[in-house]
């Protein structure tokens, strides 16, 4: 069976693998091993994430945007949150069928609770939420006392015993508010959207309006976005090719759920250290003329989709 380094030589690319939350520090793990592991001039990164610190998520994205000349998201399972962040600085987006981004809405440490975390967008809907309601109960008990009073009853008389039945219901939920807290996760999702500004300049990749869609308008932090939805955000999508699949298969579990810690390797190192004993050896079982690493050196780079202004694979026989 064809290996997964041998599988990586044949794309012509550095593939990457990266599985767990988004977390600071693992960028520096992540920053490091791309360091050692650059052998061509294009990457591609397999992200299964349910999300995380944004700041990690960048820090990534732009060391990749910095050390390749074309820089690709395999989206092969769960990549949600920062995951989706970091997709954005991608030059390409390549889908899985059971792939899904999610929108941008970053996960914070619940208040006064040590464990789970929950979406940045909560208490901002549940602000708006709340202004609805308190609205709809003031003008609905409005209209019944002019109705049931049959004009026995001002209007401003009417007006303030709605707003006191407004403040007697709503006035213990809003006191529990806290605007500094309100700040902060909004200051939290701003950070997010600044951060895809800045990834996208280099990118490319994102349609007009996708960062305020991304951020604002879907309604669940788990809410689905599949190949199909990213076409209509991303310009440059595409699901993924034989050798990219082959390389995901082999993955299994790895390739689709994310583990509770952060793992980050580069699938496309092992062949050229000469990984088992069988690749050493050719077909008849002799030895490899070149110390085993025939097969990365022999391997025919596919074309695969890339930049508008640097197509994937152009320069990977000089790497």
Do not use: W
Request: charged fraction near 20%.
């Amino acid at each position: 069976m064809t290996t997964i380094p041998q599988l990586a030589a044949q794309l012509g690319r550095d593939v990457f693998l990266y599985n767990g939350p988004m977390r600071r520090f693992a960028d520096m793990e992540c920053i490091q091993g791309i360091a050692q592991g650059k052998q061509s001039a294009h990457a591609t990164l397999i992200l299964v994430t349910p999300g995380g610190d944004p700041d990690a998520a960048f820090k990534i994205a732009r060391y990749f945007q910095a050390r390749y000349d074309s820089f690709t998201v395999l989206v092969s399972g769960l990549c949600k949150s920062a995951g989706t962040l970091l997709a954005i600085g991608a030059h390409e987006l390549v889908f899985m069928p059971y792939g899904e981004l999610g929108p941008l809405d970053i996960q914070m440490n619940k208040v006064d609770r040590f464990e789970g975390m929950q979406s940045g967008l909560i208490i901002q809907d549940s602000l708006v939420t709340l202004e609805e309601r308190a609205q709809a109960m003031y003008y609905n008990n409005l209209r019944s006392l002019m109705i049931n009073n049959q004009g026995m009853l001002s209007f401003a008389t009417a007006s303030v015993a709605s707003v006191e039945l407004v403040k007697a219901i709503y006035g213990p939920i809003m006191s529990r508010i806290d605007p500094e807290e309100i700040g902060v996760r909004a200051r939290a999702m701003r950070i997010a959207q600044d951060y895809g500004m800045r990834l996208d300049a280099e990118g490319r990749n994102l349609k007009p309006n996708t960062l305020t869609l991304l951020s604002e308008k879907y309604p669940s932090h788990s809410f689905v976005i599949d190949h199909i939805e990213a076409v209509t955000m991303f310009n440059r999508v595409r699901l993924a090719n034989d050798i990219e699949k082959a390389i995901v298969d082999q993955l299994g579990q790895l390739a689709r759920y994310p583990s509770g810690e952060t793992t980050f390797n580069a699938l496309h190192e092992v062949i050229r250290q000469g990984d088992t004993e069988d690749d050493q050896t050719d077909g008849a079982g002799n030895a490899a003329s070149d110390g085993g690493d025939s097969s990365a050196a022999d391997a025919a780079p596919i074309s695969a989709a890339g930049t508008d202004d640097q197509p994937v694979g152009s320069e990977t026989a000089a790497h």
